[in-house]
């Protein structure tokens, strides 16, 4: 079974300065796909960056990079220059599909505050 | 605007009774899918419908239906067989499902679902 491990429940940092969430995994998978996703205060669930396992190029999105290291198993998010927006909940998410079958793991989240 | 609307936001509901969630959208987004939110949780799968018509069980699927009779909207309904209902319910949906790996899916605004 696929496992999605974020060891750092509570983070924080100040405004405009750079963090780094840690995610791993736990995958037989050769394909797959890595997103990080957060959840402000609302609740609603917000794309922040994918990743797609064959890429061996890092994703990048304006303010938001990943290091993914495909044989480590590890699927880090960095934030740079941080805002107060984004104070969230931060979930790693893995997921492989096949032909009729679907598989999705969330991580427990890291909730990052935004220090002004 | 296009998007993905979930109602109601809060829902009350006895012990034993049915309740049905409600998801619509208006993206023109083939793939539909449920999910279930605990305290300090990350989502996980109930169901997901790849088109209309049709339906596969998520990870956690047992006392939940669901149908897909209209390309835009996915019922969830919560049966008295589910035993322990209270969660948030987030929907979303994606332009497709599969075939050119998993698209970026968008998320509705959640229903937080409480049995008294």
């Known amino acids: 079974a696929q496992t999605v491990t974020q060891s750092q429940p509570e983070m924080s940092v100040q405004e405009a300065e750079t963090v780094t969430l840690s995610c791993t995994y736990d995958?037989?998978?050769?394909?797959?796909?890595l997103f990080w996703y957060k959840q402000p205060p609302s609740r609603q669930m917000i794309l922040v960056i994918r990743?797609?396992?064959?890429?061996?190029q890092n994703a990048t999105e304006n303010r938001f990079s990943v290091n993914f290291q495909k044989a480590a198993k590890s699927f880090s998010l960095k934030i740079s220059d941080s805002q107060l927006g984004d104070t969230a909940m931060y979930f790693c998410?893995?997921?492989?599909?096949?032909?009729?079958?679907?598989?999705?793991?969330f991580g427990k989240g890291t909730k990052l505050s935004v220090i002004p | 605007d296009g998007g993905i609307t979930q109602s109601p936001k809060y829902l009350f509901r006895k012990e034993g009774q049915n309740v049905t969630l409600s998801c619509e959208q208006n993206?023109?987004?083939?793939?539909m899918y449920w999910y279930r939110q605990d305290p300090g949780q990350g989502l996980r799968l109930i169901y997901y419908?790849?088109?209309?018509?049709?339906?596969q069980k998520g990870d956690i699927a047992e006392g939940y239906s669901v149908s897909r009779e209209k390309k835009e909207s996915f019922p969830l309904t919560v049966t008295s067989a589910q035993k322990n209902p209270t969660a948030f319910y987030l929907c979303?949906?994606?332009?497709?499902?599969?075939?050119?790996?998993?698209?970026?899916?968008?998320f509705g605004p959640g229903t937080r679902l409480t049995v008294l």
């Open positions: 990743q797609e396992a064959y890429k061996q």
């Open positions: 998410v893995y997921i492989t599909h096949g032909a009729g079958s679907y598989q999705l793991t």
């Open positions: 993206l023109n987004h083939d793939a």
């Open positions: 995958t037989s998978e050769n394909n797959y796909y």
């Open positions: 419908s790849q088109i209309v018509n049709d339906f």
């Open positions: 979303a949906s994606s332009i497709v499902w599969g075939l050119v790996g998993w698209d970026t899916q968008y």
